[in-house]
């Protein structure tokens, strides 16, 4: 059962191959592929992140009001998340239930290979071969280590970025340190896994990383200006109409004089 | 002596911690948002263990996740 699965992954990205003559190809276009399938979740995930940054002034004035009333705060909070008109994904159960269609794919860019048999099994003359590993790579030369290492740190930079772009923003130098901190932990973590990763399997998740944040990029660029919009139109039709309420001196009723 | 057995004590913990901040940002990204809640799945499941140590947490989380699926609640949902 699991291999006739596999052998359906390995049916969809040969099927590329065949219109394309390039393995590594292939594999980017699956990945684009998949990445348009989920655009539109994408995006709304994407613009309830920007509409919770938005609140997040709100949750902070909250916290310095009832300082020491968590029943309170969280009251307050719920009536926040309530009025933000939430609307609900799948949920995180049935999405943890489609990951052995992950390890499958995983597992197939792994066995590639042996699969492709004869045909060279490489991102045109980028990557001479997919199936190799960076440190494989390295032990043949550093001329042969070179696009690895692109790949390496592309794969690696691409867990940073997000991170780095999300902190920008933020004012906070504590939480930003610890934040970036712990990017640069994980990024040194995934180093270490793309060493020993084939270059297949890397060009798969370095491609769909970026085009995420490219995404991710491109919904908060327009969900901004969006707003900008909006409130220079508020600030042209709203303005309110001043008027001179001054009031005159009182003056004595002038009394009829007999 | 008794600080060695703290630092054990703590291993499940940072364990699954570990694994939770590995899965945020390597494996999240490539598939779909989909959590129903604030915090999401894994914030919430970091929050716990942290908070309520390894046999409290896992607990905790595990109910949290079993909740985010269709039909289920949506929402501001916090650590309690």
């Given at each position: 059962m699991w291999d006739i699965f596999k052998d359906w992954i390995f049916d969809v990205i040969q099927f590329f191959y065949n219109f394309c003559h390039d393995w590594g190809l292939a594999i980017i276009i699956v990945t684009i592929i998949f990445r348009i399938i989920v655009a539109p979740l994408m995006h709304k995930q994407a613009k309830s992140n920007y509409a919770m940054q938005k609140v997040q002034p709100k949750i902070q004035a909250l916290k310095d009001r009832f300082p020491d009333d968590p029943t309170r705060q969280s009251q307050e909070m719920q009536k926040i998340y309530a009025e933000m008109k939430f609307n609900p994904l799948a949920g995180c159960l049935p999405m943890l239930l489609q990951m052995p269609i992950f390890i499958a794919l995983f597992q197939v860019l792994r066995e590639m290979g042996d699969r492709v048999g004869e045909t060279s099994y490489s991102f045109?003359?980028?990557?001479?071969?997919?199936?190799?590993t960076p440190s494989g790579a390295f032990a043949e030369g550093f001329g042969t280590f070179i696009p690895y290492l692109i790949l390496m740190v592309i794969f690696a930079g691409a867990t940073f970025l997000p991170m780095v772009l999300q902190q920008l923003?933020?004012?906070n130098t504590q939480q930003k340190n610890q934040t970036l901190m712990m990017g640069g932990i994980m990024s040194i973590m995934m180093l270490w896994i793309s060493w020993g990763s084939p270059a297949g399997v890397l060009l798969f998740w370095g491609a769909s990383s970026v085009i995420g944040i490219g995404q991710n990029q491109l919904t908060l660029a327009r969900c901004r200006a969006q707003d900008k919009k909006r409130e220079e139109e508020e600030a042209l039709v709203v303005k309110p109409i001043e008027v001179n309420v001054e009031r005159k001196e009182k003056k004595k009723r002038p009394k009829k004089k007999r | 002596m008794k600080k060695v057995v703290e630092v054990a004590k703590k291993v499940p913990t940072l364990f699954a911690v570990g694994l939770i901040m590995f899965y945020r940002m390597a494996i999240s990204p490539l598939l779909p948002p989909a959590c129903?809640?604030?915090?999401t799945c894994s914030e919430y499941g970091l929050i716990a263990f942290k908070r309520y140590g390894f046999r409290k947490g896992f607990v905790l989380t595990v109910k949290r996740i079993l909740k985010c699926r269709p039909g289920g609640p949506c929402g501001y949902d916090p650590v309690p």
């Open positions: 045109y003359n980028l990557v001479p071969n997919l199936v190799q923003k933020t004012e | 129903r809640f604030v915090p």
